[in-house]
């Protein structure tokens, strides 16, 4: 009898659901291919925080250890409402010591954890390779065609040329930018802080661990609401006026502001919104942003990234030979709980990140309260770990 030949699967995209995905695949057998744009692939971005449910994908591709050696435990996110003191945001995951946390860490580390686990294993990352096309079985890029493949998979993102979707331009997006956690900080090393003003105005600060094992220095990520639209304007005030107002605003911020001193070291990030009904098509098969886009509240966009991949895999695993009954297989697993964190992000990215007068106050004064409440603060817990309804992992 001959011996069933290995599958050979494309990838495009070296983000973080590509990476985990393709080295899910090369463990299991499947000859894998990632092609990413840029010369040397590297993340977009500065922090974030892996969720329980993304840890259990990150332990189960054997580089857990490594990214919470990197990252910084977190087992808080607190906020608080700057004109009347409200405690805005309050949400807890298990009592310090217990098994369930946050955890902080650049993406630069968390690219590097799944990156070179990938190289290690045998994946092929094919870099300086923008796809301009894909069928079915084969990716093309501007210098050839590459193929046949079984399976082509897009992971390229919110910037993905091949996925069909159709997302809505929020109007806020960020500033971010990383600095040194200071030697006396104001702030908890084991809490994501946030302070407001009314819905337009926000400030942030996330401890993230350390960029490397070479360096010790802890980190922090620093970010800034903004309206997409006031970029050019914040740039031309200078960066001296906003160091003032983000002071003003939070003096706690004070130690993280002073140490930006252009405007070069703050990124804008912008957000959009929107879900494909079915995250694959005649010719691939969609995960992360190119399949689902949303404002990044509560640090679920890499986590869903990674469901993604740990689900596909599985499903392919499952279907090796039926790889149409593996895509419907990873679509009925995701759609609930994909969409449910999408309403969710719809429905409350506005009461933090707007221009409106109302839904601050609902905030404040209705939620606010009713969040304090033990049953919703253990449902509020279960929201932010990422396992409110079943991910199917």
């Not at 870099?127 to 084969?138: C, T, W």
């Amino acid at each position: 009898m001959c011996a069933q030949r290995s599958k050979d699967l494309a990838i495009i995209g070296a983000g973080v659901g590509g990476l985990a995905l393709g080295l899910a695949m090369r463990r299991a057998g499947w000859h894998v291919r990632v092609f990413d744009r840029f010369d040397t692939p590297a993340p977009v971005g500065s922090g974030l925080v892996i969720q329980p449910v993304g840890q259990a994908v990150l332990h189960g591709l054997g580089v857990g250890e490594r990214a919470e050696a990197l990252g910084n435990k977190i087992y808080r996110m607190a906020g608080h409402e700057i004109r009347h003191g409200i405690k805005v945001l309050d949400v807890t995951y298990d009592a310090p010591g217990e098994p369930r946390f946050g955890l902080a860490i650049h993406r630069a580390a968390l690219f590097d954890c799944l990156f070179q686990a990938a190289l290690a294993a045998g994946v092929d990352i094919q870099s300086g390779q923008e796809v301009i096309a894909a069928d079915k079985h084969h990716v093309e890029t501007a210098a050839t065609r590459h193929g046949p493949f079984d399976l082509v998979v897009d992971a390229s993102g919110a910037g993905s040329r091949l996925s069909p979707l159709s997302a809505r331009q929020l109007p806020f997006g960020a500033l971010w930018a990383t600095v040194d956690w200071p030697d006396q900080a104001p702030t908890p090393l084991d809490e994501l802080r946030q302070c407001y003003d009314k819905a337009n105005h926000m400030v942030g600060v996330l401890p993230i661990g350390q960029m490397t094992e070479r360096d010790s220095q802890r980190k922090t990520a620093i970010f800034w609401s903004l309206p997409t639209a006031h970029y050019r304007a914040w740039r031309a005030k200078g960066i001296d006026a906003w160091r003032d107002e983000a002071k003003a605003l939070w003096p706690d911020f004070s130690p993280f502001a002073d140490q930006v001193q252009s405007a070069d070291q703050m990124t804008m990030a912008c957000y959009s919104h929107g879900t494909l009904r079915r995250p694959y098509t005649r010719d691939l098969i969609l995960i992360g942003d190119a399949a689902h886009r949303a404002s990044p509240q509560l640090g679920q966009g890499a986590n869903m990234a990674l469901l993604d991949a740990a689900i596909l895999a599985r499903a392919l695993q499952t279907h090796p030979d039926a790889l149409g009954r593996a895509a419907e297989l990873y679509a009925s697993q995701r759609r609930w709980h994909v969409r449910a964190y999408q309403v969710m992000s719809w429905a409350f990215t506005p009461m933090y990140q707007s221009d409106s007068r109302a839904l601050p106050l609902i905030r404040d004064r209705v939620l606010a309260p009713l969040a304090m409440r033990p049953m919703m603060r253990r449902i509020l817990t279960r929201l932010v770990c990422g396992d409110l309804l079943p991910p199917h992992i």
